[in-house]
């Protein structure tokens, strides 16, 4: 999916294993932070059975995941966790390697998701959970619009501490409303 000048989002496939474990290996203390899988991808074997549960869940209907390449580089991921299909609800994942943040990729990223998501599978609800102290995290639900409903807290455990997770959403009226508003692209 070509979403803007030298940037693309491809599904994810067994092809990127090396390339990805690679980018993981290399931003082990940038994504540790926020991130529980971290630690627990020791190999590329890891990022195959990643990579294998990625490629059941959109051949099931549950959702597509992308890596998102800039230039021809792999520069992170991005995705929907497998879609709630009876209340029409997905949720939304996203990393980035250190070098790539501070360009405005993953808003791009997430909002080519979220038009794919309402318009592509017909979603009600689209949700993004954010630790409440990730704020680089946090500025992309908030700067595509989605609505904070609350805070979940201690909802995940992470590299030995209890993070209260920020529950943002936006629905498939609002989007309606927001694509009148947005600028075609970020
Ligand atoms: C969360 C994460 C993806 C955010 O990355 P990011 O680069 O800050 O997000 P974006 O790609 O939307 O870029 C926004 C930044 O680019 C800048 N930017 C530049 N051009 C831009 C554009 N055209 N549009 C939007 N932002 C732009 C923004 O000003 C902002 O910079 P700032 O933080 O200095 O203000 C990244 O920090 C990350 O991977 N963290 C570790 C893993 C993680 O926390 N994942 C989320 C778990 S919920």
């Not at 994504?31 to 991808?41: C, G």
Request: proline share 3%; net charge negative.
């Amino acid at each position: 999916m070509f979403i803007a000048e030298l940037m693309e989002l491809k599904r994810l496939s067994l092809t990127y294993k090396d390339e990805l474990f690679t980018l993981i290996n290399t931003n082990r203390e940038h994504l540790r932070e926020w991130l529980p899988w971290v630690d627990l991808t020791e190999s590329p074997a890891d990022t195959e059975c990643f990579l294998e549960a990625a490629i059941n869940q959109y051949q099931s209907g549950q959702g597509p995941q992308y890596a998102i390449f800039s230039d021809s580089a792999l520069c992170g991921v991005c995705g929907f966790h497998s879609f709630d299909l009876s209340n029409r609800t997905g949720s939304i994942g996203y990393w980035l390697g250190e070098a790539y943040s501070g360009k405005g990729f993953m808003a791009r990223a997430v909002q080519a998701l979220v038009e794919q998501g309402f318009r592509e599978y017909d979603l009600n609800r689209i949700e993004i959970a954010c630790a409440t102290g990730n704020t680089k995290s946090r500025a992309i639900p908030e700067r595509l619009g989605f609505k904070l409903e609350g805070v979940l807290r201690e909802r995940e455990y992470v590299n030995g501490r209890y993070l209260d997770q920020a529950i943002y959403s936006m629905l498939a009226s609002e989007f309606q409303a927001l694509t009148l508003m947005l600028p075609a692209k970020l």
